[in-house]
């Protein structure tokens, strides 16, 4: 069978690498790999290929930036032709980008089966783009590849067919699992042997320019008791110059540049906590079992909460610092590793794929 992957933002690299290398010693597929370019910075993008062994894309479909209509309907319109030429059996798309749902549709019109890695991930609010993507994916794809058994049941509470639905696991983890003994601590002037390790990039946290000052304003104060590091994600540089917002002590809040994968993971298993709106940070840091805050009102990983080491403190800034504290006294609860986030999920995926009669 001829598979396309089709990846573009930088969560979808970590995703894709692992199956990509369970289906490499599948005799019965082939596989090519599609980059739409919704991220293209080489520390938004290059990075990974290389930290990963991903191969070159075999088709970049450059689209860049843009409003949400303009760089779906880019994507859809440069993907389609992709499709029309190639005419795959099945093509896999990850998580819930808007690379993702585009090329979800492009398929469902062409008739083509798609298969979506971590289906059923709900966090039940509309405002958030990635909710309608997750919705217009799940709805269109004909094999759905599951994380945790919360997203099985989401699929089932809106109709999907059972037998669509598969348990597998947590791919991101795979990835997780496969580097952590490669992840050095990175050298970065004035590194404390404590840190908070902080991520922000929901357009709900940073586009809103009273929300990312009050944000700012309260990770300064953290910083006077626990060292702040803050690799920035492009949107987020964007605001706070936006915004005229800037560091007062540079010492204890170190701003960074994005990091490359094996940098940052070797960060968050050292931090002393996580500070986040990140869905990925959420699941390695459940894993590393590192204390996680989530600044966020709800999760569409609500297993990181159940079981692992999440807490959600929304948008409450005093609830913020008062859960660093708790952590700081060293009171925390320890997680546990959610069932099926073993490193294997990719293969499982195969095993799926190679006894699917599509
Ligand atoms: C996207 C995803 C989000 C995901 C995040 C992971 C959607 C709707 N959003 O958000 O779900 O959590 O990626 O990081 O798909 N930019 C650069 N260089 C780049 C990429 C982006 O400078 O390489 C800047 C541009 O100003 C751009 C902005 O970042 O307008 C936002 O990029 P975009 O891909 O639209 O959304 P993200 O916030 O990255
Ligand atoms: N990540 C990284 N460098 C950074 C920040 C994050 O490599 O500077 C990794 C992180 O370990 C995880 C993934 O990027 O594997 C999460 O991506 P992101 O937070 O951009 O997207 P989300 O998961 O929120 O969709």
């Not at 199956?19 to 938004?44: K, P």
């Not at 639905?165 to 699992?177: K, R, S």
Request: glycine share 6%.
């Amino acid at each position: 069978m001829n598979i396309l992957h089709v990846v573009g933002a930088r969560p979808n690299f970590m995703k894709v690498a692992p199956v990509m290398a369970a289906l490499d010693s599948r005799e019965a597929c082939s596989q090519r790999l599609v980059h739409t370019g919704q991220h293209y910075d080489a520390n938004m993008s290059d990075v990974f290929f290389q930290q990963l062994g991903l191969p070159q894309p075999d088709v970049s479909l450059g689209v860049g930036s843009g409003s949400h209509a303009v760089q779906t309907a880019q994507i859809m319109m440069r993907f389609e032709e992709v499709v029309e030429e190639q005419r795959p059996g099945l093509v896999l798309v990850y998580g819930d980008v808007n690379s993702t749902v585009a090329a979800a549709l492009v398929c469902a019109k062409l008739l083509i089966p798609v298969g979506h890695v971590e289906a059923g991930l709900r966090s039940y609010d509309r405002t958030m783009p990635e909710e309608i993507n997750r919705l217009m994916t799940d709805q269109t794809a004909d094999l759905l590849f599951t994380p945790s058994p919360d997203g099985d049941a989401n699929l089932l509470r809106e109709g999907i067919a059972p037998d669509a639905i598969h348990h597998v696991g947590n791919v991101m983890i795979d990835t997780l699992v496969r580097l952590l003994p490669q992840a050095q601590l990175p050298h970065i002037d004035g590194l404390a042997t404590r840190y908070a390790l902080v991520t922000l990039h929901r357009p709900s946290n940073v586009d809103d320019e009273a929300m990312l000052r009050r944000l700012m304003t309260t990770l300064q104060e953290v910083s006077q008791e626990l060292q702040v590091v803050f690799p920035i994600h492009p949107r987020t540089r964007a605001r706070l110059q936006a915004f005229d917002l800037a560091v007062v002590d540079e010492e204890r809040f170190l701003l960074l540049e994005p990091l490359g994968y094996l940098e940052f993971l070797a960060l968050q298993r050292q931090a002393t906590l996580v500070i986040t709106d990140s869905g990925g940070v959420q699941e390695e840091s459940t894993y590393l079992r590192v204390p996680c805050l989530t600044a966020r009102e709800n999760t569409e990983r609500p297993i990181t909460v159940d079981v692992g080491t999440n807490v959600l403190v929304g948008q409450d800034m005093e609830r913020l610092r008062a859960e660093v504290d708790h952590i700081l006294a060293g009171t925390f609860k320890t997680g546990e590793i959610p069932r099926l986030w073993d490193g294997r999920a990719g293969e499982r995926i195969a095993d799926v794929i190679e006894t699917w009669q599509g």
